[in-house]
């Protein structure tokens, strides 16, 4: 396996940089992809010989580092606003392509099943969320509190994380009670017996699509396409739906 994984919370873009090698295609990540990535990545270098890293962390905290020029190939992210930002800005080579629709979940430590009218209760005093403003998760999340009509009486409980990354982080180290996370991070074989969890109702919150692009200052463009590509073939929608994504038809 050549693919690293490097987790982006508030690195600097000269340390993003640094890490910059022009044989390796980067591919800067959404933190809910995480996982599926990982998997994705290694059946593609089973068929490719192309060396990967993955820099992961919110969309919209990509999206800057994007516009400030880090070396990245491709961008995978948790919406098409970011990717469709990006594009407008002439930053791309390709239009915006939806390749996954995501899912939340609800997941807590607890050995009880987590809901949402737990939330209004003393028995939760924390919950995580990543910030909305940067990721897309984390609109949603604020979308379903308010479809509940029950976000001003929890909202001064809500504790933001960068990313689904940090969300997860806070939630395993009980830094929090419960938190909104991606349900394929939580579905996960790896994660699924931690703790309790539950899928939110997809009518909860607006659709999450996904989309990707390949970035115009990609050093490696050719890889990038072979990537891109792969990204959106058979194999690939096999993984995104065992990590509970729904894809769409070809």
């Known amino acids: ?26 591919i800067a ?27 992961v962390s919110s969309s919209g905290k990509l999206t800057s580092q994007i516009e400030q020029g880090a070396p990245f190939d491709i961008f995978v992210a948790a919406n098409t606003k970011y990717p469709a930002y990006l594009d407008s800005m002439g930053l791309t080579t390709s239009a915006p392509r939806v390749y996954a ?38 609109k949603a999340s604020i979308e379903v509190l308010k479809h509940y009509h029950i976000y001003e009486q929890v909202k001064h409980k809500l504790v933001f994380g960068e990313s689904i990354s940090q969300v997860n982080q806070f939630i395993t180290t009980g830094s929090v009670d419960i938190g909104f996370t991606a349900y394929s991070i939580v579905s996960n074989t790896k994660m699924k017996t931690i703790g309790k969890w539950t899928s939110i109702n997809l009518n909860d919150h607006g659709e999450i699509l996904q989309a990707a692009v390949i970035l115009k200052e990609s050093t490696n463009p050719e890889k990038a396409k072979v990537f ?16 509970g994504y729904l894809t769409p038809e070809e």
Request: with cysteine.
């Open 228 to 243: 891109y590509n792969f990204l959106f073939s058979e194999r690939a929608r096999e993984i995104l739906n065992k990590y």
């Open 101 to 138: 629709y995501g899912k939340l979940g609800l997941w807590m430590l607890k050995e009880f099943p987590p809901t949402l009218a737990l939330l209004t209760t003393d028995t939760i005093q924390k919950i995580a969320i990543a910030n909305p403003k940067t990721a897309p998760y984390g």
């Open 1 to 26: 396996m050549k693919f690293r994984l490097l987790i982006l919370i508030s690195l600097p873009l000269a340390l993003i940089t640094s890490c910059s090698n022009e044989n390796t295609l980067h």
């Open 29 to 55: 990540t959404s933190a809910n992809m995480q996982f599926a990535m990982i998997e994705i990545v290694s059946e593609f270098e089973k068929e490719n010989d192309i060396k990967t890293e993955l820099i």
